[in-house]
């Protein structure tokens, strides 16, 4: 899925910033934490922010945690309770607190959502819906550019629903719009470990995958962690992720 960064520090600009990224045809939100207001960043005011963008954004919102950078912790109680917006899908965690990812976890294991998937549970996304329409009309498969996307959602967006919103909202239904055939599957709050030197850690506390910077130059050698890991490989997925944690930090810096 194709996550667009647009947190400010003004709930509006976020938005702002949010509803052109669903014009451009993203997929997500990654909405950082406000961080430069030190003395306002308490509870009540990270809750109404937060709110305030997912009740109006037309795509889904995905909190970001960077503490390293924004010197905000955000506490797992807010976590949980915005997990419970039905417009705010998951956080990226870059802390790499272990102990905290757990909480996070626990805290938000009665969330069930239904989400639209492929055979192979993969996120059905508007540039997948595009590549399917062009190979069933006999077009070569091609990678579909978020220009080409804006075009399409240029009188709103084009993509599937935000979790929790009904499809009437101007949505397409991706089923019948196109030849991918897609299931329902249940979903839960998605728990993500942002940074590749915890990735282990942060999947062993519960973390469902993860965003990860340092994918970027080493997608693989980030993969194999989770491969390993999801097949029940300890031994392996330790060594692996020892062989990437200095080399992450070194990027990262």
């Known amino acids: ?14 938005l702002r910033l949010t509803e052109y990224a669903a014009r ?6 990654l909405v950082r934490t406000p961080f430069f207001y030190k003395p306002q960043l308490k509870p009540a005011n990270i809750l109404a922010f937060y709110r305030t963008v997912a009740d109006h954004s037309p795509i889904p919102i995905l909190i970001y945690s960077v503490p390293v950078f924004t010197g905000y912790d955000m506490p797992p109680d807010l976590v949980i309770e915005l997990a419970n917006h039905p417009n705010i899908i998951g956080i990226k965690e870059s802390g790499g607190d272990a102990v905290k990812i757990r909480r996070m976890v626990e805290g938000t294991k009665h969330i069930k959502r239904n989400a639209t998937v492929t055979a192979t549970f993969a996120a059905v996304t508007p540039r997948m819906i595009r590549a399917a329409q062009s190979e069933s009309s006999g077009e070569s498969p091609e990678l579909v550019s978020i220009g080409v996307l804006s075009e399409r959602a240029s009188g709103g967006y084009a993509g599937t629903p935000a979790a929790g919103r009904p499809a009437e909202q101007g949505a397409a239904n991706p089923s ?3 030849g991918l055939k897609t299931r329902q599957k249940e979903v839960g709050f998605q728990v993500l470990a942002g940074t590749a030197q915890r990735l282990l850690p942060g999947l062993e506390a519960g973390a469902v995958g993860a965003v990860l910077a340092f994918a970027t130059p080493a997608p693989t050698a980030c993969y194999e962690i989770y491969t390993a890991w999801k097949e029940g490989d300890a031994k392996l997925a330790r060594e692996k992720q020892e062989r990437v944690s200095a080399s992450a930090t070194r990027v990262g810096s």
């Open 1 to 14: 899925r194709f996550r667009a960064g647009t947190g400010a520090e003004s709930a509006l600009e976020t």
């Open 24 to 29: 451009l045809g993203y997929d997500a939100a």
């Open 176 to 178: 019948s719009s196109s």
